[in-house]
């Protein structure tokens, strides 16, 4: 069976065990120093206000580097090469709204400067996590409510293997 996170368990699901899967682009843009960016959801959106990675749905047609090219563009004015993007993990989360299907994705190269395109607000956070409250909020399920924060501890602690540029990051800064 499908591993899935069960965000706000006690809300009332839309129509149980019969919702379409989402399918969300989601990129976790890292510095050098491995400082990842985090930015709030719009006024207007579920969860508004929430930390969350960058990205959004995919649009009808698109792979998954080809929707975080496009979010990326669209939210934040940063422009990547769709060949830039690294697939990393996949999560199926059950929200009250919406069952979707996170597709983290790592990013270390991009162009332009930062711009705020939905009003949103943003943080280069480091580990443990500081910005609050992040998504998927309120999580009841056994595993805790930071599992993409927890995968990156993981992965942070053998980061030389995976970015053989970046050796002398050290991971005593996160
Ligand atoms: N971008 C992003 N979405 C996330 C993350 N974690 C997470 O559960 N989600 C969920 O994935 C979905 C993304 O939807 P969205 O509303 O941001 O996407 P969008 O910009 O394409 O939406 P819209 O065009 O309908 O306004 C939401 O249900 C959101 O709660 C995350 O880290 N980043």
Redesign the pocket.
């Known amino acids: 069976m499908a591993d899935i996170l069960k965000a706000d368990a006690h809300l009332a699901r839309d129509v149980p065990g019969e919702r379409p899967i ?1 399918d ?1 682009a ?1 990129g976790v843009l890292l510095q050098a120093d491995g400082r990842f960016l985090l930015t709030s ?1 719009p006024a207007g ?3 508004a206000g929430y930390w ?6 995919l649009e009808a047609g698109e792979s998954v580097e080809q929707a975080l090219a496009r ?1 990326l563009h669209e939210e934040l004015g940063l422009d990547i090469d769709p060949a830039d993007v690294q697939r990393w993990r996949e999560q199926l ?1 059950d ?1 009250p ?2 069952l ?1 299907r ?1 597709h983290f994705c790592k990013l270390f190269d991009w162009r332009g400067e930062l711009q705020m395109r939905e009003g949103q607000a943003f943080v280069w956070d480091t580990l443990p996590v500081q910005a609050a409250p992040v ?2 909020g309120r999580c009841r399920c056994s595993n805790g409510c930071r599992r ?1 924060a927890a995968w990156l501890q993981a992965d942070f602690k053998k980061y030389s293997l995976l970015r053989p540029s970046h050796k002398d990051f050290s991971i005593n800064s996160i």
């Open positions: 989402v969300v989601v959801r959106k579920v969860y969350e990675f960058p990205g959004g749905k979010e989360v929200y709204h919406a979707v996170l998504l998927p993409s």
